[in-house]
Each structure stands twice: as C-alpha cells, then as structure tokens.
C-alpha cells in the first residue's frame, strides 16, 4: 500500500504568525492570503489528471495545535487510505494519537516519529467525477 502521496502542509510556530506572513509575501512572493496562509497546487506526476494542494501556515507560538510535542513544527501528508494507512503503522509499533477529525474537507489523524514530532496525516475526501 502507498502511504504518502505528497505533502498537503508545512505549520510552524511564529512570535507574530502575521508579520510572518507578511514577511514571506513580501521577500519570497509567498502566495499568503488574508488569513495568514498558502496554498500550493501541484499535480502527481503518477496521476496529473488529480490537483493537490500543499498549505504553508505559521501558527501561534503558543499554540497547542502541535501538542503533547514541543517541536516548533509540523508536517501534514496526503493518504490515500486512512483507515489502512493507521492499521499498518499500529502493527509496525508506531504511537498513534486517538484523536481522528472528519471534516468537507477531509480526515485527520496523527501519529508521531521516534523523536516525538507530531505528523499529521490527511485523507483528502474522494473525488466525484462530474
């Protein structure tokens, strides 16, 4: 089974989430939109008839979002098979967080890597073909 498609985001920790932005908007010509976020669109070169999508987001310094981990960052990847995905890192041993979130936009779950980075895994929701 395939694990990772892609990344679907990069979140780190920032004093001042918004004066990021603005910084990498200015200097780096960082797509940012109003809410402080990116969103790169590439396609697969396997499946390009797909568009994917990577979110690049500072967060507050503070935020919980990445806890129990103190890592000032937190990489998101695109399963194809949540469900598959989780049941084949819980028999290779891998700590896997209990908490899920479904949402329009898709699942979460997240596990974390030997050194205690939180992951954050991203089933986008299926594609209806029009």
């Known amino acids: 089974m395939a694990r990772i498609k892609g990344i679907g985001g990069v979140f780190f920790k920032a004093q001042n989430p918004h004066e ?3 910084w990498y908007k200015k200097h780096l ?3 940012v ?3 402080g976020t990116a969103m790169f669109f590439w396609r697969d070169a396997k499946t ?3 568009e994917h999508m990577t979110v690049w987001a500072p967060f507050p310094a503070d935020t919980d979002y ?3 981990t103190t890592s000032p960052f937190m990489i998101n990847y695109i399963v194809e098979d949540l469900d598959g995905v989780l049941e084949q890192l819980r028999a ?3 700590w896997i967080d209990q908490k ?3 949402h329009d936009y898709g699942r979460f779950a997240w596990i974390r890597d030997p050194e ?3 992951i954050e895994l991203w089933e986008p929701p299926a594609r209806s073909d029009p």
């Open 100 to 102: 899920r979130e479904d």
């Open 29 to 31: 010509d960082v797509p």
């Open 20 to 22: 990021m932005s603005a």
């Open 66 to 68: 990445f806890d129990p």
């Open 92 to 94: 290779e041993g891998v």
């Open 116 to 118: 205690g980075t939180r």
């Open 33 to 35: 939109g109003d809410d």
């Open 48 to 50: 390009a008839e797909e």
